[in-house]
């Protein structure tokens, strides 16, 4: 069979697919697919990179990529590559404000992480808009994230920690 | 020794370091002092086994044999295991997990940061990607030597005894042999003397800021590199191989 599926076609697919973990961003959102290769026919290539080193949401995401994909009659081959490492920039503005809008501060920028003790990054409450907050751990629920309260509404709340 | 033969044996050093780290860890799964604290060790651990995954893969590959991550991680005898003895030191109280940590974050740090210049690009992508957490372990096991040098009496005395103790341990992190000499000639690697006197500052910086004291000198041990081990490596093998040794190739 040969269809004239095209590579935008595919990421259009892809959008399907959610991270397993923070289930309101989507792969293409998160910025762990970085191509989309075609190979003769339906025969597709998905690159991917993980997001930290232990992720265990990687292998689920490669699976649910291959699964929504061959759902179209595709044949797909899906990579792992760890260059260029994923930085939280790779974040899409649409998923950003998707974290936000779920209760997850969404990454900030950050001073030098190369320097031990930097400034303390402010990180406005998901909920009040608050910036009167405070780091309660540097290791939230998953590796991606920290965990912080607001001190005006109280709020607990997951931030997605910055990497870059 | 062959250049491949030197270079799967760099890898398998490096990832030993990061699961023999990782696994003692995952110990603290249940145990931790707070709840955050027991989340964020269980989350360094989860890090350090991803390094030592991606280091085991490539190995793998340069070995070329059938063998895969799992198998090296899980089907070897102790002999064969190449980290250094620090990371395989009990995990005590929380005070010397953190010392222990501490030691090892500011070793992997400047370490990675020279990896990432590596002629060989593998080596320079899981530097890349590993320093990026690295750089938050390091803070976390910084601020918390602080914290507990410079809190209670009793924090700092245990603390204190805990830094005495494993900086037995510490010249082994430069220890080079001739592996790391072939790999050097060929730019992949670069001499652990360069970054010595930097690991050393960085350390006592933050050792000051804690009030506690390094010991000016101290018996150092070593051998971890060779496979010979403390006696703590065998009890920990025994639980991190069980699984498989006993269903052999099992999945889940
Ligand atoms: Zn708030």
């Known amino acids: 069979m040969t269809t004239d599926i095209t590579a935008e076609d595919i990421w259009e697919f892809l959008e399907d697919v959610k991270d397993p973990e923070v289930p309101v961003l989507t792969v293409v959102d998160l910025g762990v697919v970085r191509e989309v290769n075609h190979i003769e026919n339906d025969h597709w290539q998905i690159i991917i990179t993980p997001t930290y080193s232990g992720c265990p949401a990687m292998q689920v995401i490669e699976e649910d990529i291959k699964k929504r994909l061959e759902e179209e009659g595709l044949q797909i081959d ?60 540097q290791f939230g629920s998953t590796a991606c994230k920290a965990h912080y309260q607001c001190l005006d509404c109280q709020e607990p709340f997951d931030y997605f920690k910055c990497l870059k | 020794m062959t250049k491949e033969k030197a ?106 940061e020279k990896l990432l210049e590596s002629e060989d690009e593998q080596i320079a992508a899981i530097a890349a990607k590993s320093i990026k957490e690295v750089r938050y372990h390091l803070k976390h096991s910084s601020e918390w030597v602080i914290r507990l040098g410079d809190g209670t009496e009793e924090s700092h005395k245990r603390v204190q005894e805990s830094l005495t103790d494993l900086s037995r341990f510490t010249e082994e992190l430069f220890f080079q042999d001739e592996v790391d000499q072939i790999l050097n000639k060929e730019g992949i ?29 101290q018996w150092q041990l070593d051998g971890g590199r060779k496979g010979v081990h403390s006696e703590h490596l065998g009890f920990l093998l025994t639980e991190l191989q069980y699984m498989q040794r006993t269903y052999p190739n099992m999945k889940w």
């Not at chain 2, 340069?62 to 995990?91: P, S, W």
Request: glycine letters at 6%; hydrophobic letters at 40%.
């Open chain 1, 78 to 137: 899906v990579k792992l590559v760890l260059h260029p490492a994923w930085t939280t920039d790779w974040i899409s503005e649409k998923g950003r404000v998707k974290l936000e809008e779920y209760g997850i501060a969404p990454p900030q920028d950050e001073a030098d992480k190369s320097v031990l003790f930097g400034e303390k990054t402010i990180v406005p409450c998901p909920k009040c808009k608050s910036k009167n907050t405070k780091l309660v751990s």
């Open chain 2, 189 to 217: 690697i670069c001499d652990t003397a360069d970054f010595k006197d930097q690991y050393y500052k960085n350390i006592q910086a933050v050792i000051d800021e804690a009030t506690l004291q390094l010991p000016e000198k």
């Open chain 2, 7 to 112: 270079l799967f044996e760099y890898l398998i050093r490096r990832a030993d370091d990061s699961l023999i780290l990782g696994h003692r860890l995952s110990e603290w799964c249940g145990h931790g002092p707070i709840l955050e604290e027991d989340i964020a060790l269980t989350n360094l651990a989860l890090d350090l086994i991803g390094q030592a995954t991606e280091w085991f893969q490539y190995a793998a590959e340069v070995e070329g044999e059938d063998r895969d991550e799992d198998d090296l991680a899980f089907m070897r005898i102790e002999r064969e295991y190449k980290n250094v003895l620090l990371v395989e030191q009990t995990n005590g109280d929380f005070g010397k997990t953190i010392v222990r940590q501490f030691l090892f974050d500011h070793f992997q740090n400047l370490l990675f």
